[in-house]
């Protein structure tokens, strides 16, 4: 786009500054004009779905055991290569239970970047431990492994085999990197700043199932990741979620916890810690296990969608993110951003966007600014806060490519 007007920006005539009429043109081109009104994410489901579903219904067999939860386990276990895979009701369930399988206390402080979905610190806040907010990387939208090595050195140090947080007292238990939108962050790089610090990594995979890290599956490189399969992400069970984990202990520690604590007994009801009712439904895993056999087919959708997205604005002054170098991404949100010039018409574009009946969204309010982690400890956020003045996240069904 060679014409961009950035002074514009600050007169209420930009309402209809070309400029917004020119990339609304070209994301209205992108979806077509008889998919509109077009949602941010819809899902399609095969007859499949309705026919697994169906099975389960007879058999009675609706709650938390039966052949689909299993089937389903099995065909996210093959899908990603993860040793082992325990369904729970929820990707939030799966966040909570790997914080707490990894030792995460009451007053414990757990990393985790500001520009996240919500369910991310929830989970910590669950264990009682203190989110700690670090900042991400422009490109990736992941953790910026510079910056938090950098970060780590001047707030902690090693005391008694575990980092401390030397302001808050507290020790720095843990972790949470997010591939965000579905784009791998540099994991290796964050990894490797971790173990130096006795600081165990979580993966939430919650938006990247179907993202690789050259050859590994994004969430099964940390001491244990989580896959979301929400209404609303890449495969979806109607609710629902998975941990990921290498070690067969864990993975029984997982089921275990996740299963109100129940010792396995033909008939006994005997219960040996407080654990949690997080089980995926069978139910569910029925949806779900329809989903896994779409997957392949949903991911090819939405890669020929981000490749005509990047050519609609190719040499523009919006950007459509794309995958890391040695990455492949599951491209499950697309996301434009805005140059530095066009960030103030982003409430004006977003509004426009949604008139045009383009379902868009902006990036979540980065999680400092929210009332009850307004107080949570953190590094300078200058990336996450330019990023959520500059992005915006668009139309990703699959069915658009289908
Ligand atoms: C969707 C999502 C979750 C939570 O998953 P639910 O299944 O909705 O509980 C957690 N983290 C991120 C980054 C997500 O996008």
């Known amino acids: 786009m060679q014409n961009v007007t950035p002074h514009h920006a600050s007169m209420t005539a930009s309402a209809t500054s070309p400029d917004v009429d020119w990339i609304i043109d070209r994301l209205v081109e992108v979806v077509g004009v008889q998919n509109l009104p ?155 700043i971790c173990q130096r610090r006795q600081i165990i990594m979580i993966e939430d995979a919650a938006q990247a199932l179907g993202s690789w890290i050259g050859d590994r599956h994004s969430g099964t490189i940390g001491h244990m990741g989580v896959i979301s399969f929400n209404g609303n992400k890449t495969a979806t069970a109607a609710g629902g979620g998975a941990i990921l984990i290498r070690d067969a202990d864990l993975a029984q520690k997982a089921r275990h916890l996740t299963s109100t604590g129940k010792v396995p007994h033909p008939w006994n009801y005997f219960h040996d810690i407080v654990a949690y009712n997080y089980r995926m439904a069978n139910l569910n895993a029925a949806v779900g296990c329809s989903q896994m056999e779409d997957l392949p087919k949903f991911l090819r959708a939405k890669r020929a969608l981000a490749a005509d997205y990047q050519a609609a604005f190719a040499g523009s002054s919006v950007a459509i993110f794309h995958e890391p170098a040695g990455c492949r991404s599951n491209y499950w949100l697309n996301a434009l951003q805005l140059s530095a010039e066009l960030a103030p018409l982003r409430d004006i574009l977003i509004q426009r966007m949604l008139d045009r009946q383009l379902q868009v969204r902006p990036v979540w309010t980065p999680l400092h600014r929210l009332p009850m982690y307004i107080n949570c400890p953190r590094m300078n956020l200058a990336t996450t806060e330019y990023l959520e003045q500059t992005v915006i996240n668009l139309p990703s069904s699959p069915f658009l490519r289908l």
């Open 38 to 192: 077009c949602p941010l994410h819809r899902p399609v489901f095969s007859p499949s779905a309705q026919a697994y579903v169906q099975e389960t219904m007879a058999s009675g067999w609706v709650a938390t055991s039966g052949n689909f939860l299993n089937r389903f386990e099995a065909l996210v276990a093959d899908f990603t290569g993860a040793p082992h895979v325990v369904a729970t009701s929820t990707g939030t369930a799966a966040l909570h239970s790997c914080l707490l399988l990894s030792g995460v206390e009451r007053d414990d402080e757990v990393l985790s970047p500001a520009l996240t979905f919500v369910a991310t610190a929830n989970a910590i806040a669950y264990c009682g431990a203190h989110p700690h907010f670090v900042d991400v990387d422009r490109a990736t939208m992941g953790v910026d492994p510079e910056r938090l090595e950098e970060y780590l050195r001047s707030v902690g140090r090693m005391v008694d085999g575990h980092f401390r947080n030397l302001k808050t007292g507290r020790r720095i238990r843990a972790l949470i990197g997010v591939h965000t939108f579905g784009h791998p962050y540099a994991i290796d790089a964050v990894q490797e």
